[in-house]
Antibody, heavy 119, light 110 residues
Framework: QVQLVESGGGVVQPGGSLRLSCEAS????????MHWIRQAPGKGLEWVAF????????YYGGSVKGRFTISRDQSRNSLYLQMNSLRADDTAVYYC????????????WGQGTLVTVSS | QSVLTQPPSASGTPGQRVTISCSGS????????VGWYQQVPGTAPKLLIY???ERPSGVPDRFSGSKSGTSASLVISGLQSEDEADYYC???????????FGGGTKLTVL
């Protein structure tokens, strides 16, 4: 069965950096595009970034463009999110999610990892 | 302020039919398909509807979706207590070159 397990969350000071990881299993990782999606405490979902199945192209939401970088390591079946210049409003649960292909935006989600930006 | 607009709340009694709307514009819903996600508080979201009206295997046929112009709707028929959750619509936006979500609708089963 498809499993997505995020790690790397924690508390970081404003202006700091953090790298999130997502280990995928139960499917052929190199065949699927992957997303990061976040949810601030008590708020709705916000799409953060997407990387194509082969890593050839990436896309970012307006609030993180220029600060966050999505990447993947096919040999490790892993997805990453490098977050720099963190701000208080980046505080959220970050979900790793699989692009389902075609018209399916997301078909599987991880359980999420909490990032708290606070001094 | 979300790009897609949903009512913040909806409610119904067991057995009732409830409709949740999602309003967008030409670059998103007007030109692209809509997906719907269910999130029980404290858990990860779950895919409910994709490609406007298709259900993944395992999703009961009580859930249905539709799209017309720049708006979409999720209909839950025969409401059950376990349907109490937050519901989100999502679509690709050609102008923003990314995916956008609705603000979410909290469904209460009375």
């Amino acid at each position: 069965q498809v499993q997505l397990v995020e790690s790397g969350g924690g508390v970081v000071q404003p202006g700091g950096s953090l790298r999130l990881s997502c280990e995928a299993s139960g499917f052929t990782f190199s065949h699927h595009g992957m997303h990061w999606i976040r949810q601030a405490p008590g708020k709705g979902l916000e799409w953060v970034a997407f990387i194509r199945y082969d890593g050839s192209k990436d896309y970012y939401g307006g609030s993180v463009k220029g600060r966050f970088t999505i990447s993947r390591d096919q040999s490790r079946n892993s997805l990453y999110l490098q977050m720099n210049s963190l701000r208080a409003d980046d505080t959220a649960v970050y979900y790793c999610a699989r692009y389902g292909g075609g018209q399916i935006f997301v078909d599987y989600w991880g359980q999420g990892t909490l990032v708290t930006v606070s001094s | 302020q979300s790009v897609l607009t949903q009512p913040p709340s909806a409610s119904g009694t067991p057995g009732q039919r409830v409709t949740i709307s999602c309003s967008g514009s030409s670059p998103n819903i007007g030109r692209n398909t809509v997906g719907w996600y269910q999130q029980v508080p404290g858990t990860a979201p779950k895919l409910l509807i994709y490609n406007n009206n298709e259900r993944p295997s395992g999703v009961p046929d009580r859930f249905s979706g539709s799209k017309s112009g720049t708006s979409a709707s999720l209909v839950i028929s025969g409401l059950q207590s376990e349907d109490e959750a937050d519901y989100y619509c999502a679509a690709w936006d050609d102008g923003l070159n990314g995916w956008v979500f609705g603000g979410g609708t909290k469904l209460t089963v009375l």
